[in-house]
């Protein structure tokens, strides 16, 4: 269960967002500047809303008349970008492994040989990010956030630097994640395709607001928009 409602202030744009969501894969859809990043960032605890609650699966992250706060390594958000952001100097399997040993062995559930097998990574272990595709490079991105132990994964705009082949590439994996791992998905995207084929149910946000949440075909005719 996804429980959020948060309020914050960042320069002219303000957001007053709130969704309480149970699903595999909750699509964030809206144009650019809907609010989006800022709702994720927020999960992950890189932005501090001004007021509000942020639960996930009924762990508070945050609440503000409650205090509490938990800082970002406390939060166990997986976090994928449109950038995959590896560390250029080590190797595939080096990247992945970085935020797993971070984690206690008591709560080293997701292992790599599991996640090697779900992102099809078996090849690419000893090679450097700079020898990788885009697909290849988020693919490592995405064990990487795994294997760090997430109790929730946060997808923004991962395709976003990918050509058509290498997202249908990405989205297939993806998917295998879906229905293979327990973990809730939080994806971000303004593209329909994307959103209609991962999202058991999706928010649509525009301008900092929620405008309806539910089955996408549904949220599309409420805003009097089109599924592509």
Known sequence: MIDIDIQLQRGSFSLQAGFTVDARVVGLF???GAGKSTIVN??????????GHIRIDGVTLFNSKSGIDLPPEARRVGYVFQDALLFPHLSVEA??????RLQPPSKRIIVLERVVELLGLADLLHRRPATLSGGERQRVAIGRALLAQPRILLMDEP???LD????????SYVERLREELGIPIIYVSHSTMEISRLADKVVLLSDGKCLAVGELATVMQKAGMNVM
């Open 30 to 32: 809206g144009h650019s």
């Open 42 to 51: 927020a999960i992950a605890g890189v932005i501090r809303p001004a007021r």
């Open 95 to 100: 990247n992945m492994r970085y935020g797993y």
């Open 159 to 161: 395709l976003a630097a």
């Open 164 to 171: 058509a082949q290498r997202k249908a590439e990405i989205l």
